[in-house]
């Protein structure tokens, strides 16, 4: 089981960065075992793969729209997801959840929301312009 907790969502101005971090309280397993993922979503648009890390730590993907942008990382020490948003853009304005799936290779990067297995409630991002 794994329970997820995002936290630093805000509202800020385009232009500006923002750090979301997921908290991460795992049982039963460890945490390096979870490839971990960053998705958001906008009120009646389908939840997108924002950025994903590999349970390992040494692979990531970005979204097209954020790559450069944002940065995706893990922390083994408090098992923690960090995603910090650089250069932010009023387009990003949605609710960010925190994903876990387990069963993943190395270098896994999953982006179908079928195959995460735990999720966090969300935390909102708003970016104006």
């Known amino acids: 089981q794994v329970q997820l907790a995002e936290s630093g969502g805000g509202l800020v101005q385009a232009g500006s960065s923002l750090r979301l971090s997921c908290s991460c309280v795992?049982?039963?397993?460890?945490?390096?075992?979870?490839?971990m993922a960053w998705f958001r979503q906008i009120p009646g648009k389908e939840r997108e793969c924002v950025a994903v890390?590999?349970?390992?730590?040494?692979?990531?993907y970005y979204e097209s729209s954020v790559k450069g942008r944002f940065t995706i990382s893990r922390h083994t020490s408090n098992n923690t997801v960090l995603l910090l948003m650089n250069s932010v853009r009023p387009e990003d304005t949605a609710v960010y959840y925190c994903?876990?799936?387990?069963?993943?290779?190395?270098?896994?990067?999953?982006?179908?929301?079928?195959?995460?297995?735990?999720w966090g409630q969300g935390t909102q991002v708003t970016v104006s312009a």
């Open positions: 890390i590999a349970r390992t730590g040494m692979n990531t």
């Open positions: 795992v049982s039963g397993s460890t945490f390096s075992n979870y490839a």
């Open positions: 994903a876990a799936a387990i069963g993943m290779t190395d270098l896994s990067l999953p982006r179908k929301i079928t195959t995460y297995d735990f």
